[in-house]
T-cell receptor, first 113, second 114 residues
Framework: DAGVTQSPTHLIKTRGQQVTLRCSPKSGHDTVSWYQQALGQGPQFIFQYYEEEERQRGNFPDRFSGHQFPNYSSELNVNALLLGDSALYLC????????????FGNGTRLTVT | AQSVTQLDSQVPVFEEAPVELRCNYSSSVSVYLFWYVQYPNQGLQLLLKYLSGSTLVKGINGFEAEFNKSQTSFHLRKPSVHISDTAEYFCAVSEGNRDDKIIFGKGTRLHILP
């Protein structure tokens, strides 16, 4: 039973560019959440997708957008990259209930130069 | 809105000694509480969760946590740590309606001394 998989594992981009990160949820999970983890910090909630719609959003600008596909996989897009966007981006899947723990992927390390 | 405070950014402890990692939360409604562990260059892994019932919760790798509603705390404990417990530990909370998000603390780095 595959867990949460994310791709790519590492990425280097230049300021102003755009990036797309991908996530496949754990089998049986229908909800995907994205988190940004800066160095030495806890994960910060970006947004959550359920039934192909953004259900909740954290305090992130509109440059951060996402999508969920019918097979529950998801993408995170970041436009007009800033140096401050450099971080580990974590995808987590769950059953979409508040008592359902998150299952995390190993993340995508994004470096913006 | 809920929030989570982890009072210690780093905790050094000798191998085979006991450890407690502190977590306090702020919420106006009932909550679900979680502890996650992150090993270097990996994602987060669930250690244990409190949903309801007994306030003492046992998790993986010998860890346990106690929910204290009056003190709004959910401290993590282990009676005897090992080198393999070296990692970052995150306390997390969810509240509100069924759709609510899980919010994480800033983490506590557990440093095991030989």
């Amino acid at each position: 039973d595959a867990g949460v998989t994310q791709s790519p594992t590492h990425l280097i981009k230049t300021r102003g560019q755009q990036v797309t990160l991908r996530c496949s949820p754990k089998s049986g999970h229908d909800t995907v959440s994205w988190y940004q983890q800066a160095l030495g910090q806890g994960p910060q909630f970006i947004f959550q997708y359920y039934e192909e719609e953004e259900r909740q959003r954290g305090n992130f600008p509109d440059r951060f957008s996402g999508h969920q596909f019918p097979n529950y996989s998801s993408e995170l897009n970041v436009n007009a990259l800033l140096l401050g966007d450099s971080a580990l981006y974590l995808c987590a899947s769950s059953l979409g209930r508040r008592d359902s723990p998150l299952h995390f992927g190993n993340g995508t390390r994004l470096t913006v130069t | 809105a809920q929030s989570v405070t982890q009072l210690d950014s780093q905790v050094p402890v000798f191998e085979e000694a006991p450890v407690e990692l502190r977590c306090n939360y702020s919420s106006s409604v009932s909550v679900y509480l979680f502890w996650y562990v992150q090993y270097p260059n990996q994602g987060l892994q669930l250690l244990l969760k409190y949903l309801s019932g007994s306030t003492l919760v046992k998790g993986i790798n010998g860890f346990e946590a106690e929910f204290n509603k009056s003190q709004t705390s959910f401290h993590l404990r282990k009676p005897s740590v090992h080198i393999s417990d070296t990692a970052e530990y995150f306390c997390a909370v969810s509240e509100g309606n069924r759709d609510d998000k899980i919010i994480f603390g800033k983490g506590t780095r557990l440093h095991i001394l030989p």
